[in-house]
Each structure stands twice: as C-alpha cells, then as structure tokens.
C-alpha cells in the first residue's frame, strides 16, 4: 500500500475531532450508492423489456426474409429455397405470401395483414405452432365451402369472433370495376385458430391462412411472395442475410429481423441512452458532493498539509492523497450500489415480486436481464467520477505554502 493511499485511506475513517466532516463523507458515499443503484436496475430493466420484445419478434416471423426488389412475386421460388438452403447457417426455409387485406364479421370491418403458409414448413422457421392457442395446426374446417383462417387475438376480439365464426375476406389487388364500382374478390372463411404473439403489431392485423387459399385470393398461380430463413443464430442472422444476398443475387433483397424492425430497436436504444444519460446527472450531482468534503477536508487539515510538504513529501504525491479520497468514494459507494442493485434484481428475476397487470401488457412480471458489461461500466464510471470531481480540491492542498500554514497554525 503506497503511503499517499495510506493517508487518503485514514483521513476518510478517521472520526476524531471532525465529526461533520466524516458524516459528509458518509452522506457523499450513500447518494453515489443511491445513484449507482438506481442506474444499474433502470438499465436492466431495460435490457429485459428489450429481450422481451425481440423474443416474441423472433417467435413471430423468421430471422431473415427474401422477396423479390422488382417484382411482386416469386414464380420460381422452389429453385431460390434450394439455393438458400445451401448458404451458411441456414437451418430451414418456409414459402409465404404477405398480402395487404380487409376482413368483415357481421359487427365489423377492419383491414389486415394476409400471411399465407404451409403450417408444418412454417414451424420450423417461426413459433407459430407454440403461439396457435387452439394447438391445431391445420386449416381443416367444418364445411369445404369455407377457408380455414387464424386470427391474431386482439383481431378476433374486436372483430367479436371465435372458432368456427364465419368471416369474409377481401382481396385488394387488382380489383375490377364494376357497374356499382370496384368490386374486390371475396372469399369467405371460417375462423378454425386463434395466434396470441404477445406483439400488438402481429395480433392485432395478421390473418393466416394455407398458401393455397391465399394464392387462389390474390390470383397468383403457383407464386408466393416471400421465403422465410431460419439461421442457427438470429444474433448473426445479418451475416447470414448478406450471405444469402450474395448466393441468390440482387434481383432479391435479404433482410434480417433487425433490420424489418429498426425503427422499433432504434427507439429503445435512443430511450435507453436518453434514460442513461438523466440518470447520470443525477449521479453527477451525488459526485458534486465529493467536491465540498474534500475542500472541507483540505481545510481542515492544513496542518497536516504543511508538515507533509515541509518534511519532503512532493506536491504531486500530496495531491494523490485527496484524489485517492474522491476515488475511495466512488468506488466504495459504486461497488456497494451495484452489490444492492444486483442482489434487488436477482430477487426480482427468480421469485417476480414486481408483477405487472397481463391485460395490458405482454409480460406478467418486470423484465429483468444483468449484463455484466453495463455492471463493469457503470462501477468505472462511479470511480471515474469520484475521482474527476477530487481533481481541483487535491490541485489547491498541492499548492498551498508550507511556511504559511506553519506560521499561522
């Protein structure tokens, strides 16, 4: 142990005869634990509200998607699947149709996002199978006259329809004008599924229903208008993405989750630094406290100043003693605000004190995920702090005049 941290060391513990002096010390180290504390458990939270929601995205459509950049189908999509299926890190390929739609019941009408598949090659690039609440994974209904659809909960809800409900669906695309106006293709079907993603994007607008029937809807022949991609790892599926772009040429366009969600992530990361950088404030003004202590302290110990310098001791090492104070706070006050914040965020993730109402959101209990970089940073950044606000109290001891200490003490 250096004789500079020895000293900062005993003048932070040190009580006698500078009771106040101490309890500003105390009261210093308790807002930056405070502060540290508070940080550390709002950016988890965070991280957890961001892990929720890119899980049910990745449930809710592939990690990667291919449609064509001219055109408005794929007419030769077999072949692509092939090519696809030979890249890199691709586990699994499904055919789809996305289409723009409008679906009535006999209360309501609302528009809608058509997603035509083949139900067992969907399973595998997507957790449709997990979030189908009926658990049928076919589109069998009761009378041939009718489709089988699934809908998304919050459709079904406001259309006022359960399974075995009659709806009809309109065909948007190439209507045809009519003596009464234009008259859109209709086809009626029967609701044999409900899907609940826990995303109100994909409940409340998606309509599924068998690549068949979607492409007998939109008139398309044997075309779809997408390939779905599954990829070993969706934190790589952008690799996997630029892969595939390069295997299938740029007729087509490859785009990962991420990137069909970007203005969603970019929102969180924009609230994330923006909750970030209030909180830091706050820990700013905890760390603005050091500043009045050690002056206080430096005050208080001129004599000890003046012996120090008067002995020998170089003024850049007596500056070290007031910088290894501020730095003392910091880290004591970082290192026990994150020993609170994890132990607080542990209890929160095993046992969900925290719950939250699931009417209204898509999570019963507060998200929490701890990584270990955030932790890492932010107990530098309460040392940092520490020892940046001690830097000017340690510059004025360094400069003070022995021979005028020693006189007047």
């Not at 595939?244 to 203005?263: F, M």
């Not at 430096?298 to 310098?309: E, H, P, Q, W």
């Not at 270990?372 to 950044?381: G, K, S």
Request: one cysteine or more; glycine letters at 6%.
């Amino acid at each position: 142990m250096s004789l500079e941290f020895f000293i900062a060391r005993r003048y932070f513990t040190s009580r006698h005869r500078q009771g106040f002096i101490s309890f500003l010390g105390f009261l210093s180290t308790f807002v930056v634990t405070l502060s540290t504390t508070s940080l550390l458990i709002v950016l988890s939270v965070m991280n957890g509200f961001e892990m929720e929601v890119r899980s049910r995205i990745i449930g809710a459509m592939a990690h990667v998607l291919v449609q064509p950049r001219l055109w408005d189908s794929l007419d030769n999509w077999e072949e692509i699947q092939d090519s696809i299926l030979e890249v890199d890190g691709v586990v699994a390929v499904s055919p789809v149709i996305i289409e723009k739609s409008a679906i009535s019941s006999r209360t309501t009408t609302d528009g809608i996002v058509i997603r035509g598949i083949i139900p067992e090659a969907e399973t595998l690039v997507t957790d449709i199978g997990r979030n189908l609440i009926t658990r049928d994974l076919t589109f069998k209904t009761p009378d041939d006259r009718f489709a089988g659809v699934w809908l998304g909960i919050n459709l079904a809800n406001r259309l006022n329809v359960t399974i075995n409900d009659k709806v009809r669906i309109y065909s948007l695309k190439d209507v045809e004008s009519g003596l009464t106006g234009f008259s859109p293709r209709i086809k009626p079907c029967m609701v044999t599924g409900i899907v609940e993603t826990g995303m109100s994007t994909y409940d409340d607008n998606f309509v599924y229903m068998s690549l068949e029937e979607a492409q007998d809807l939109f008139e398309l022949g044997n075309s779809v208008t997408a390939i779905e991609v599954k990829t070993d790892d969706f934190y790589t599926a952008y690799a996997a993405a630029e892969k595939i772009q390069e295997r299938i040429g740029y007729e087509y366009i490859a785009l990962d989750w991420k990137e069909h969600n970007r203005n969603l992530f970019s929102w969180m990361t924009l609230e994330k630094w923006m909750m970030f950088l209030v909180l830091m404030l706050f820990v700013l003004v905890a760390a603005s406290n050091i500043i009045a202590l050690l002056i206080m302290m430096v005050l208080s110990k001129r004599a000890d100043i003046g012996m120090l310098t008067a002995i020998g001791l170089p003024r850049n090492r007596l500056k070290k003693i007031f910088a290894y104070q501020g730095l003392i706070i910091g880290a004591v006050g970082g290192f026990i605000g994150e020993l609170i914040g994890l132990l607080l965020l542990l209890i929160q993730k095993h046992f969900s004190v925290i719950s939250l109402p699931s009417d209204i959101y898509f999570i019963s209990a507060l998200p929490v995920e701890i990584r270990p970089l955030d932790v890492f940073l932010i107990f530098i950044m309460a040392a940092g702090i520490g020892y940046m606000f001690s830097l000017y109290p340690a510059k004025r001891a360094s400069r003070m005049d022995p021979v005028e200490i020693i006189r007047y003490e």
